[in-house]
């Protein structure tokens, strides 16, 4: 895009031409490059929406509490997926998320009501998360129980569970200083900040690490990925680890963003989750997609929920919308597969 | 017949019997029988042919739709949008009877028709397209519950003429009405899955699909009549369920395709495809429904009771590992 605006002679040209058509079509390939642009184009054309058929000087869709909100309104979410994704690409799929982060968010607020040391309540649902995670992936990578089955006894097992500790209650007076979420350094929502380290650091973690390489060698071909010394079962019992450690993190940031807590599992959670790392490019196949493209995709998603009340459409479509959005997203990418073997 | 063709080898009596232990099905019979003695032992209410009647009240939208179901798992596939199907035809019933002013009779005829299209669809992306069935049917659960939740507007649709209770609350020869449509539709199923060229087919589609399309099965026509079936059978229990509450909302049958999945799957069918029964299966709805009931008899809270189907779940796949495991090394 800069290359137009530089001088040119006329010679090099058609090499240049050939050079932007290369680049805008690399970045059409990649679901990363669509989503940021869908972003770009859902936010310009609310904005012109507004200054030019409601005739409002200053935008509010681009007002500073609208992006605060879009950014952070689904982070917690976007940090779930980022597991959610790693599961996916493993060849995998956990179901259970929506529940094991109601009742993390659940144990996390009654510790922080019953006065544990705030660090702890933030510290023990990662680390329950996790112990879930290691419980899951036990069963899937060593007693060989397919996970979408696992992860369905699971949610049945902690969604009742739930019930039976705390039947469904509401959690008042909440410490102040517990509430992780509502926290702003230097000016920045804390949701942000998480949302934002961790997808970078995960993304890093898993584009040059041997460990995080292994998760897509085991999710592409698991036979492969053993004949070449990676150990899938290993790689698997990791990977639920790491799911279980980041909903403990989406759990904490879930119980903090508002005063009160329902200990009740929030329906349709899991599937939220799952739509943010379908959208962001991770294959339901296994072996590809990037952690950064399930966040892009979080934080689209709450863009989308933002422009429909721009446009006074009724919030009861957005589960449409969503549906509609995953379906173009996997016509898309067969379509883009289709062309990659021709 | 197979068992005279193969008498002159092993085929005694308890070399059948314990074939059929050792089955899934045999395995979850002995868990029903079981848990139906010790609740029965332990919880008067529970052992009443009132109760027993009621429970089959309460499962038959379950039942209906794992019909198809168990179809779709025996051939590698999945259908996660039930639940949202069944809302959308509680409220496309509801909405074109009570807001369009569609005489019921129409409004029913339009419910079933509309989810039978919306399983159409499922088939129609999955065999044409490619989509893979998770991803498809993950799509629309979110996308025929949002034309649900569209539709309605969150307003629900009540008050409905007498006669249109008969199915869901009223019984024929002393029976729950939809009772005796679950136990035809289930017979029927059954027979199909078992007795017929296109059954027999879905196992081979299930076991490997490419050899089903080489031996000239119609694999894409097959799969699309069972996704469409999976539709038609999902709207056809949101309608029940309406006769039976009485009332239409855009959140029912949310969180039914894991009530579904979790009673097939208990009922023995691999969610890898390739085997399953029908009776499997109806054992697998019934040995949950009653384990709710006798649960929330025994002073569980109702909807506490999942944790016990979440570990039977886990335990059953468990047992029937381990004896295939056994079975397959001796």
């Known amino acids: 895009m800069t290359a137009t605006s530089e001088p040119v002679s006329p010679a090099a040209q058609p090499a240049v031409l050939s050079q932007i058509t290369g680049w805008l079509h690399s970045m059409v390939s990649s679901q990363e490059a669509v989503l940021a642009i869908s972003l770009i184009a859902l936010t310009v054309s609310v904005s012109l929406y507004e200054t030019l058929v409601l005739g409002r000087e200053a935008p509010r869709f681009l007002a500073e509490r609208n992006i605060a909100d879009i950014l952070q309104g689904n982070a917690y979410i976007a940090v779930a997926a980022i597991g959610v994704s790693m599961v996916i690409i493993s060849g995998n799929i956990d179901i259970s998320v929506g529940s094991l982060i109601g009742v993390l968010a659940t144990i996390s607020g009654l510790m922080a009501v019953n006065g544990f040391p705030i660090w702890l309540a933030w510290l023990t649902p990662l680390v329950i998360g996790g112990l879930v995670g290691a419980v899951i992936g036990f069963l899937v990578a060593y007693l060989r129980i397919p996970a979408i089955v696992v992860t369905l006894g699971m949610l049945s097992i902690l969604q009742g569970g739930l019930i039976i500790m705390t039947g469904g209650a509401w959690i008042y007076d909440i410490p102040p200083e517990f509430q992780l979420a509502q926290q702003r350094p230097l000016g920045i929502p804390m949701p942000v900040i998480i949302m934002i380290v961790l997808t970078i650091g995960a993304a890093l973690w898993m584009r040059y690490t041997a460990y995080g390489r292994a998760i897509y060698a085991v999710g592409g071909n698991a036979e492969a990925a053993r004949l070449s010394g990676i150990s899938p079962r290993a790689t698997l019992m990791r990977v639920f680890i790491i799911n279980g450690v980041f909903v403990g993190v989406a759990a904490v940031l879930f119980a903090t963003q508002f005063t009160t807590i329902q200990s009740t599992v929030p329906p349709g959670l899991e599937l939220f989750v799952i739509t943010a790392s379908v959208v962001g490019g991770v294959s339901i196949l296994g072996g590809t997609g990037t952690v950064v493209g399930s966040t892009l995709a979080a934080v689209l998603l709450r863009a989308i929920n933002s422009a429909m009340i721009f446009f006074n459409i009724s919030p009861y479509w957005l589960r449409a919308v969503q549906g509609i959005l995953i379906l173009i997203t996997v016509l898309a990418d067969l379509l883009r597969r289709r062309r990659q073997l021709k | ?330």
């Open chain 2, 1 to 330: 017949m197979l068992a005279t063709e193969t008498s002159s080898q092993t085929t005694t009596f308890g070399a059948r019997a314990r074939t059929l232990l050792l089955s899934q099905e045999g395995v979850l019979l002995v868990i029903l029988v079981v848990s139906v003695a010790i609740l029965s032992i332990f919880s008067a209410p529970f052992r009443t042919v009132e109760n027993i009647l009621n429970q089959g009240r309460l499962l038959t939208e379950v039942g209906l739709v794992a019909l198809p179901m168990t179809y779709i798992i025996i051939t590698g596939g999945i259908d996660l949008s039930v639940g949202s199907v069944f809302g959308l035809s509680a409220v496309v019933l509801g909405y074109t009877w009570d807001k369009l002013g569609f005489p019921l009779e129409l409004a029913i005829v339009v419910a079933l028709v509309t989810s039978t299209i919306a399983g159409f669809v499922n088939g129609w992306f999955i065999v044409r397209v490619g989509v893979p069935p998770l991803i498809m049917t993950l799509a629309t659960l979110a996308f025929y519950r949002g034309l649900a939740e569209g539709i309605s507007q969150a307003r629900s649709a009540r008050g409905y003429p007498e006669w249109f209770y008969q199915l869901g609350q009223r019984e024929v020869l002393g029976v729950p009405t939809q009772l005796w449509i679950l136990v035809i539709a289930a017979i029927v199923a059954g027979i199909i899955l078992a007795r017929t060229v296109f059954g027999r087919s879905l196992y081979a589609i299930g076991n490997n699909e490419l050899g089903a399309r080489f031996s000239g099965i119609p694999v894409n026509r097959y799969k699309l009549l069972i996704y469409t079936f999976s539709g038609f059978m999902s709207g056809l229990a949101g309608y029940i369920f309406v006769s039976r509450v009485s009332t239409t909302r855009s959140d029912m049958g949310t969180g039914l395709e894991l009530d579904v999945i979790a009673a097939v799957v208990l009922g023995g069918t691999s969610i890898f495809g390739g085997t399953g029964s029908i009776a499997g299966t109806m054992i697998g709805v019934v040995l949950i429904q009653l384990l709710k009931n006798g649960l929330s008899l025994a002073g569980m809270k109702g909807d506490a009771t999942i944790v016990v189907i979440g570990l039977v779940l886990i335990f059953a796949i468990l047992v029937n590992n381990y004896i295939q495991r056994r079975s397959g090394a001796s």
